[in-house]
């Protein structure tokens, strides 16, 4: 089974403070990405990368960074959080087939 | 227009009941459909995956694509309150990145 494991389930953070969510897949997917997500406005992609040190803006991709060194790891930065960055953060790999498959996802609350 | 609209629900039914959710499209490109289960504060699940038109079956659970309507659907046989979960459709044109979700629709099986 495909597994997908984040850092963290729940984080809260200061307005201003730099937050790191981490993300690892054990199955060596070429494809990783970060969503958030909103009651009411759904999965929105952040970022994604389609192979180490390579990164591309998704649809909301403001506030954030993202790194990948490795393969099997990827990284979502916010650079100073802020309130509306209160969300649910998903990490997700894919397969050939192209179907995401998800971690358990990171609530973080900003105050 | 949404790539992808999805009913939100919530939808409520007795235990036992046949369930049917729904998404509808936009976008004739998609060939492939995929549905999600989502547990509260958990990452998504991947429950269905089907190419092009089209049944599959899988134990309780049958995806249905019409791709002249563009509509899909999620059947759900002899409901348990398991089934109780937050149910996002998926779909994509192809098996790389452009990759479209609904809102998802949140689901209660009363015991």
């Known amino acids: 089974d495909v597994k997908v494991t984040q850092s963290s389930r729940y984080l809260v953070k200061r307005t201003g403070e730099k937050v790191f969510l981490e993300c690892v897949q054990d199955m060596d997917h070429e494809n990783m990405f970060w969503y958030r997500q909103d009651p009411g406005l759904g999965l929105r992609l952040i970022y994604f990368?389609?192979?180490?040190?390579?990164?591309e803006k998704g649809d909301i991709p403001e506030g954030y960074s993202v790194s990948r060194e490795k393969k099997e790891r990827f990284s979502l930065i916010l650079e100073s959080a802020s309130t509306n960055q209160t969300s649910m953060y998903l990490c997700?790999?894919?397969?050939?087939?192209?179907?995401?498959?998800f971690g358990p996802g990171t609530r973080l609350t900003v105050l | 227009q949404k790539e992808v609209e999805q009913d939100p629900g919530p939808l409520s039914v007795p235990e036992g009941a046949i369930v049917s959710l729904n998404c509808t499209y936009s976008?004739?490109?998609?060939?492939?459909f995929m549905w999600y289960r989502q547990y509260s504060r958990k990452g998504p699940e991947l429950l269905m995956y089907t190419y092009s038109s089209g049944n599959k079956e899988d134990g309780r659970f049958t995806a249905q694509v019409d791709k002249s309507s563009k509509y899909i659907s999620l059947f759900i046989r002899d409901s348990q309150p398991s089934d109780s979960a937050t149910y996002l459709c998926a779909m994509s044109p192809n098996t790389g990145n452009q990759f479209y979700f609904g809102t998802g629709t949140s689901l209660t099986v009363i015991p």
């Open positions: 997700a790999s894919s397969s050939q087939t192209g179907s995401r498959f």
């Open positions: 976008n004739s490109a998609f060939q492939y």
């Open positions: 990368s389609y192979d180490v040190k390579m990164k």
